[in-house]
């Protein structure tokens, strides 16, 4: 039966900032206690009163609640009411202090103030002309957005991603939607094609509207270049459309595909086979292309500098840096030094780093202009130490323009070197190989050091294999274990893994740095976990746990995801209550250890940087994350950027090295079993790792040498492009 409420919000007690369902406790005209409400609310304060529709319902766990069918709100009337409206984070800038003192000021007209008169808001004591001017626009903007999670509050959408609509399309953010909803997928991180759709649908268009199936077309293209491809063969692209599409006939997606097409939003070319075309988005096409060719460039170009006499160069820098290379290495090192562009591979304990260091020696004996760099911050850090020579990040070489929007060095601005060493390559997908090579001047010599059987990288692309596959730039693989009797049993194990044995029988002695312990319940696997993040590897080791050990995991959900993991481990390593956030599903405190999920070039910080969270500004909506040598600001409406890292997918993990990784195997995992996923994760321990979980789930994993299929037409490309240069140069 419907019911009407009336009466004021005492407290929020949850808020699912994505789709705005919340949990408050409400004192009701007339009722002497306090009343559970759920339902989505808009935006919730604490202090404002509501008039609520719905039904009282007893939920078998939480008792009599009142569930919510509809919410009107209006402002409080009494001053007690409007400090805690005005303090709750409803205005940005406003905390509980400043808002007693504005209605200090003001009484209850403090309202109109805000409204009509905002300019005196100077009789506020305390309060400054920056700061006045900054909660006078926070509170004009509270009109706009109340208005606007009204309107989104019919489709699910919460305030985390109303504010993120309101700050890309203003105050014409709802005329915007009624046009055009699928605008949200292509221009809101964080809302792809299905939640568009359910607006769209509600919105009352058509399921054949030419929107809605060029909205499909290119979320399952988006899709397959997150998945890693450079493109998708049309046929597949509209089988993937249609499954996600049911309703949309072949013809009328063809001519979806011609319409984007036209319009610039996709590359189509057409390949040998009759009627296919190769669907490309264009920033994958362009970089596709431009990669081959900056390829070509560099092995067709001289050197700016080469260096003279190799072999002698070579005895000298193993007699000045004291280093004994065995014959792999050296052959490896005389191709680094006289080949323009060289790919350098190995396993763990092959003698990449001494190789490396070998190399940068004799180059940087030849020449300054030498430069070292990883994919990643961490990447980066181990590559200077294990060198002794500075290393950097791609992105800082390149160095981010924020007045610009891009970086300074590229096409136009070329780096000033005769050598660059990338490290990691395993690691580069197309597109950040493009950025890189359209800044390096093609008289610049190449190399490439990297693991070849380490997960591709995480976006599009397979460069160091196509490279490799094309059997055009001159390439070495090490392949003798040099370091094993130094480092012990993971370099053993990841050695059994690659080539297909189960190192399960490893680790009986108590001395070994790598150990199977076998279990096949989740909640036990949980409970050791913790137990050897929490107690034992840092007793061991003198570790820090929260710090110096990784949790891996194979999956983001399920009992053994990453989700599941870091609130387990959450609770354990940061226990202490204190300022938090709960923003898209997730809670964030002072001391957290977190990820930074992708690429944010204002802010220097990139997708696998790990940083831990050091405070949290309730007034400014801020929280201020350290990362290993900067601070970067987010404002709570970015902090989807973010997620926990007490646990992290091997995925994500790539080109990091942690003191003790611990990695839980389990059959729950399904497809992820997989041999490269297992290698990754073993090889990023450095002085102790533990697999923990189910015997055959390892063995199926060590077994299961499948990859998946990565469209890319490089290797072909770079053939085609090479031919046109020496073809230019006369060769």
């Keep these: 039966m419907t019911e009407s409420l009336a009466g004021q919000i005492e407290k929020v007690s949850y808020l699912n900032d994505e789709t705005g369902f919340s949990i408050v406790m409400l004192k009701v ?81 403090v309202l109109d103030v805000l409204d009509n008169e905002p300019e005196r808001m100077t009789e506020v004591r305390g309060l400054g002309p920056v700061r006045r001017e900054r909660i006078i626009e926070a509170w004009r903007s509270t009109a706009g957005l109340k208005q606007l999670l009204s309107f989104l509050s019919t489709f699910g959408l919460g305030p985390a991603l109303a504010i993120k609509i309101l700050k890309r399309f203003g105050s014409g953010a709802e005329e915007a939607i009624r046009q055009d909803p699928y605008r949200l997928a292509y221009e809101i991180h964080g809302i792809g094609f299905l939640i568009a759709d359910k607006v769209a649908k509600t919105l009352g268009f058509a399921p054949d509207c030419p929107q809605r199936l060029e909205a499909g077309l290119l979320f399952c293209l988006d899709g397959a270049v997150r998945r890693g491809h450079d493109y998708l063969p049309s046929g597949e692209l509209i089988q993937d459309t249609r499954k996600l599409i049911p309703e949309a006939q072949p013809l009328a997606l063809e001519e979806a595909l011609s319409r984007v097409s036209v319009a610039g939003r996709v590359i189509a070319e057409r390949q040998d086979e009759p009627g296919q075309l190769d669907v490309y988005l ?86 300054g202009k030498v430069a070292l760099v990883a994919p990643t911050g961490r990447a980066a850090k181990r590559l200077s130490q294990a060198t002794g020579y500075e290393a950097t990040t791609i992105h800082r070489l390149l160095e981010y323009a924020p007045s610009d929007g891009g970086f300074i060095h590229g096409p136009e601005n070329r780096l000033d070197l005769d050598m660059l060493l990338v490290d990691e390559s395993s690691m580069l997908d197309v597109l950040l190989m493009n950025q890189l090579l359209g800044a390096l001047p093609s008289k610049a010599a190449l190399v490439l050091v990297g693991d070849q059987d380490q997960l591709p990288p995480v976006g599009p692309g397979r460069v160091l294999p196509d490279l490799l596959e094309s059997g055009l730039v001159p390439s070495k693989r090490l392949t003798k274990i040099y370091r094993q009797a130094e480092q012990g049993q993971i370099i053993t194990a990841a050695h059994m893994i690659n080539s297909g044995q189960t190192p399960a029988g490893l680790g009986t002695s108590p001395d070994s740095d790598f150990f199977f312990v076998p279990e096949e319940d989740h909640a036990r696997i949980i409970d050791k976990i913790l137990k050897l993040v929490c107690e034992r590897i840092p007793r061991k ?109 091997v995925h994500k993990a790539q080109g990091s090295e942690f003191p003790a990784v611990v990695i839980p195997v389990h059959p729950s995992h399904h497809i992820m079993l997989r041999r490269k996923l297992i290698y990754t994760a073993v090889t990023r321990g450095r002085r102790m790792v533990f697999l923990v979980g189910s015997t055959e789930a390892l063995r199926r994993s060590v077994l299961n040498n499948h990859e998946d299929q990565r469209y890319s037409h490089l290797d072909r490309l770079l053939a085609e492009a090479l031919r046109q240069t020496r073809a230019r140069s006369g060769l």
Excluded at 299 to 311: D, G, H, I, N, T
Excluded at 319 to 348: F, Y
Excluded at 550 to 555: A, E, I, K, R
């Design 29 to 109: 005209d007339g009722r002497r206690e306090a009343v559970t409400a759920v339902g989505q609310l808009s935006s919730p304060a604490v202090g404002e009163l509501v008039d609520m529709t719905g039904e009282f319902k007893r939920h078998p766990r939480f008792g009599l609640q009142f569930e919510v069918a509809s919410c009107a709100s209006r402002p409080p009337e009494n001053e007690t009411g409007l400090a805690k409206y005005l303090g709750s984070g409803l205005i940005k800038g406003v905390g509980p202090i400043l808002a007693k003192r504005m209605v200090d000021a003001f009484g209850q007209s």
């Design 282 to 367: 264009p920033q994958t096409h362009r970089a596709e292309n431009w990669v081959a060719r900056s390829i070509a460039s560099i092995l067709a170009a001289p050197f700016s500098v080469a260096v003279p006499r190799p072999e002698k160069a070579l005895a000298w820098a193993e007699g000045t840096m004291g280093l004994e290379l065995n014959e792999d290495q050296r052959q490896a090192a005389i191709l680094a030094i006289t080949q323009k562009c060289s790919i350098v591979t190995g396993g763990p304990g092959t003698g990449k780093t001494t190789m490396t260091k070998a190399v940068c020696g004799i180059w940087k004996a030849v020449t």
């Design 541 to 649: 080791l003198g570790l820090d746990p929260r710090s110096d050990i990784m949790v891996l995991s194979p999956t983001k959900k399920g009992e053994l995801g990453t989700v599941n993991l870091n609130t387990h481990l959450g609770r354990a390593l940061n226990p202490a209550m204190g300022p938090s956030v709960n923003r898209f599903g997730q809670i964030l405190k002072i001391g957290d250890r977190v990820m930074q999920n992708r690429n944010d070039y204002a802010k220097e910080v990139y997708n696998g940087d790990l940083g831990r969270v050091f405070s949290i500004d309730m007034e400014d909506q801020e929280l201020r994350v350290a990362f290993d040598d900067r601070k970067a600001v987010y404002d709570f409406s970015e902090l989807d950027e973010l997620s926990l890292a007490w646990a992290s997918t």
